[in-house]
């Protein structure tokens, strides 16, 4: 895949409803001319891009563009600092100036792997980079394989979950930017781990987005959830593309990532022949012949369309994996008994069996929630199911609640335990969230720090009335502008090592050892996974071969047939395996092997 027109010189701007630009770099005014690439393309004067022949052409500039006339410069759309702050200015820095010491790291398939979901900013006291590169060593005790970091691009404020961002190129300068990123690559690759770097392409944030002002970035009255849709397929939208694109090939080129999970793909309004999810496939495919490294590229979809996943010779995308809400909530229902809202149609055994056979629970079937049919089946013939990406935890499923609470706040080791046996014993490519793995008791809450008075107070407002809607209290959603809401969120490092939390981290790591010594487990097919349950017992037994996986969802014991003659793990020791017959205690679960 070829990427469409970019700028030569690295202050080059597209600008092309601007009638005049003038480059303020180093505090001196570079009146700038209009430049031709590749055709015109979006507007008039060759383009709609900009050039300043008379500019620095090396060393560290603080920089903007001022418009028309403005005497307020506005950061660079490409900016790859911002350390003063989004509204402020760039500052450039030079990517190919930090010396990889990663030459001998092959990357990683996604087939066979345990994800790891982090936020930088709660995932270490500091939350720093450099404070998460420290852990790492944690991380390949636990056994996983990728870290994925939720988005690190240019916010206003101090914290965020990171889906407010506004200047896609940069990175935060609180988490230690740019520079500070390439040494936590390098340091997960000295490690052994492969990083995945969440991005969001479907919209910007309330405060700092000046893109409008340099071209039509946005299509203004086409809105999705979080406001104006991006532009992917009118007028300009060649620019705009292009613009995304080199983005996710800086992640993977410059910083070294080994995979993109692109946020919520839903939400592009994208009519264009060729969408834009077929050319992330392409251009994951492109990289990797550069490079001889896999680069994978996840998609969050609650669609349910496997054609995100079909390889792009039978009309796919090419996408090697995608999130599945419907395995996250089967598990959920079943250890919580939780089931109002979207968890309705999930309240069974039935469900759970249904999503570790098809992939998809809702492939064509009426969902409550919707008041519609949704969905498509998978081909099991063309995608493997380690294309599917699942969890019983993660930053949306806990933050997303009113009180931000994790499955470890009201349930029990039991419970916690056949949560993790069921995600990772499973057919699909598993994913924890920080914390899950030693059942953290801190909450993991929505939180901003919009400097705005005006925009804190209605974000706050509406996270309340977002919230009365549906039935809670309103005295118990956390303001997300306390500054608290944020530090409680950080994780409580010093608990893994107490009672019941060292007892399930222990587990997890057994599991995930298990699940790399089985290859069952992890490398057969749709077709090599058979499933039986008892609804009024409340019991699953999951077949993956040879390997069998009982799961009591019963508070009371049960006995199970099985086949297999060893007991390769149990969450509860009172388990028992005799004469092809299992004892399992309530809320437990057990592997057996042959």
């Given at each position: ?10 202050f ?41 022949t ?13 418009l ?15 350390p ?14 930090h ?5 001998a ?29 420290g ?11 990728f ?6 691009n ?12 506004v200047?896609?190129y940069?990175?935060h ?10 040494r ?8 052994g781990?492969g ?78 022949a ?34 995100l ?36 149609d ?15 629970f809702?492939?064509g ?5 919707r ?13 493997h199911p ?15 609640r ?56 209605a974000?706050?407002?509406?996270r ?29 490092w ?7 939390h ?5 587990l997890?790591r ?13 490398g057969?097919?749709?077709e ?17 071969g ?19 003659s ?12 005799e ?7 309530g ?8």
């Amino acid at each position: 895949m070829t990427l469409p027109a970019k700028p030569n010189a690295r202050f080059d701007l597209w600008a092309p409803e601007a009638g005049a630009v003038t480059l303020l770099a180093g505090g001196q005014q570079y009146p700038m001319t209009p430049r031709a690439v590749g055709g015109a393309i979006g507007g008039s004067d060759g383009g709609g891009w900009w050039t300043a022949t008379d500019a620095p052409a090396a060393g560290e500039v603080d920089y903007g563009y001022l418009l028309d006339g403005d005497t307020t410069p506005l950061p660079d759309p490409r900016s790859r600092r911002q350390p003063d702050g989004v509204h402020s200015l760039s500052r450039t820095f030079d990517a190919g100036s930090h010396e990889w010491a990663d030459g001998a790291w092959q990357g990683r398939a996604l087939q066979g792997a345990v994800i790891y979901e982090l936020h930088i900013g709660t995932f270490t006291p500091e939350g720093t980079l450099d404070a998460a590169a420290g852990k790492l060593d944690y991380l390949v005790d636990l056994g996983v394989d990728f870290v994925e970091l939720l988005p690190v691009n240019g916010f206003n404020g101090t914290h965020n979950w990171g889906y407010d961002g506004v200047l896609w190129y940069a990175v935060h300068e609180g988490y230690g930017g740019p520079a500070a990123y390439q040494r936590f690559v390098d340091a997960a690759h000295a490690a052994g781990l492969g990083v995945i770097q969440d991005v969001v392409y479907n919209h910007l944030g309330p405060s700092g987005n000046y893109l409008p002002r340099f071209g039509p970035y946005l299509k203004s009255g086409e809105g999705n959830t979080w406001g104006d849709s991006v532009n992917l397929d009118g007028a300009g939208s060649d620019v705009v593309r292009a613009y995304i694109l080199e983005n996710a090939a800086m992640w993977l080129r410059d910083y070294h990532v080994d995979g993109l999970r692109l946020d919520a793909v839903h939400a592009f309004k994208d009519e264009r022949a060729v969408h834009l999810l077929e050319e992330f496939g392409a251009l994951a495919d492109t990289v990797a012949a550069e490079t001889g490294r896999p680069a994978t590229m996840i998609a969050e979809s609650d669609l349910n369309d496997p054609r995100l996943l079909y390889p792009r010779d039978v009309n796919g995308y090419g996408l090697a994996g995608q999130w599945s809400d419907d395995f996250h909530h089967a598990v959920h229902v079943n250890v919580s008994g939780e089931a109002e809202g979207y968890y309705a149609d999930f309240e069974s055994l039935e469900a759970l069996a249904k999503v570790l056979v098809d992939g998809y629970f809702h492939d064509g079937s009426y969902s409550s929630f919707r008041g519609r049919h949704h969905g498509r089946p998978i081909n099991t013939g063309v995608v493997h199911p380690a294309a599917l990406v699942v969890c019983s935890q993660n930053h949306d499923q806990i933050g997303n609640r009113a009180t931000g609470d994790r499955l470890s706040q009201t349930l029990g080791y039991g419970q916690l335990a056949l949560a993790a046996v069921a995600v990772l014993t499973s057919p699909y490519t598993p994913m924890l969230f920080m914390g899950e793995e030693y059942g953290a008791t801190t909450p993991w809450q929505f939180f901003t720090s919009h400097p705005e008075p005006e925009l804190g107070k209605a974000t706050a407002e509406g996270r309340i009335k977002e919230f009365e809607r549906m039935g809670w209290d309103p005295a118990v959603v956390p303001d997300p502008q306390d500054p608290e809401t944020f530090t409680r969120s950080k994780l409580n490092w010093a608990e893994s090592a107490e009672g019941d939390h060292a007892r399930l981290l222990e587990l997890y790591r057994n599991l995930i050892a298990l699940r790399r010594s089985m290859p069952e487990l992890a490398g057969l097919g749709f077709e090599d996974t058979a499933v039986a349950f008892s609804e009024a017992d409340r019991w699953l037994r999951l077949r993956r071969g040879s390997v069998e996986v009982a799961l009591n969802f019963s508070t009371e014991p049960r006995r199970l047939a099985v086949s297999g003659s060893t007991l390769a793990l149990a969450t509860d020791g009172a388990a028992r395996l005799e004469g092809g017959q299992l004892e399992l205690p309530g809320h437990s679960a057990a592997i057996i092997s042959s």
